[in-house]
């Protein structure tokens, strides 16, 4: 495997440095537009949310040590790797299996073993209920129509007592699944908001919160 490529992104997250290898995003945008349908390539970026999940889930490492995790939309794979460092047992589930790729890729470059990487939507879950005593995502919520799959999906995977972790940058959309958690039987609270500076060109910090919705 070739140890460096110019999509690589090398940073310091919970005391340790990750290694993670991206796609080139000019292809992915080219495979797209000759791709009609085709759903945009946010899962090729080490987010701002992801980062601030990191150090919730750095935090809360006695709670999910040895516990069956999920991670929810994992993407490249960076929280569903720092968590299985930190002692979770975690599922990485993504819709996209060329994200898969790529973390099944970024295991292997920073040595974590053990994650069990699943290709599936949301939409139309093979798990069996109950499955996950933690679930975690960063920045998943993109549309409205996202809101009640993914509420369903939290409330079907979650045992009573259950918890999950969100983080997000504010965006208006995730009300929209605020609004619509009661009616699955789930409660949220918002933990904290704290501003993430980006691994992107921007200057600017990210203000991410990052919410807890339990059963």
């Known amino acids: 495997m070739e140890r460096f490529t110019p999509f690589d992104r090398l940073f310091q997250s919970c005391g340790r440095i ?20 085709r759903e945009a390539p946010y899962w090729n970026e080490v987010w701002p949310s992801s980062l601030a999940l990191a150090g919730w ?3 809360m490492q006695d709670d999910i040590r040895d516990k069956n995790c999920l991670d929810m939309g994992c993407g490249l794979g960076f929280t569903a790797l720092l968590g299985r460092w930190l002692g979770a047992n975690v599922t990485a589930m993504d819709y996209e299996a060329e994200a898969l790729e790529y973390a099944k890729i970024n295991a292997v470059l920073n040595s974590i073993e053990g ?3 699943t290709v599936m939507d949301w939409r139309s879950p093979t798990f069996p209920p109950e499955s996950f005593a933690r679930i975690w995502a960063g920045d998943i919520m993109y549309e409205k129509d996202f809101a009640d799959p993914i509420a369903a999906f939290l409330a079907s995977m979650l045992p009573k007592g259950g918890r999950a ?10 009300h929209h699944l605020l609004d619509t958690l009661p009616g699955y039987g789930l409660r949220h609270k918002r933990l904290c908001t704290l501003p993430v500076s980006p691994l992107t060109e921007q200057d600017v910090p990210v203000p991410v919160s990052i919410w807890e919705i339990a059963k």
């Open 165 to 174: 972790w969100i983080s997000e940058p504010g965006r208006d959309v995730f």
């Open 57 to 59: 889930l750095a935090e």
């Open 18 to 37: 990750w290694h993670i290898r991206r796609a080139d995003m000019d292809k992915l945008w080219a495979a797209m537009d000759e791709q009609q349908g």
């Open 115 to 117: 994650v069990n990487f």
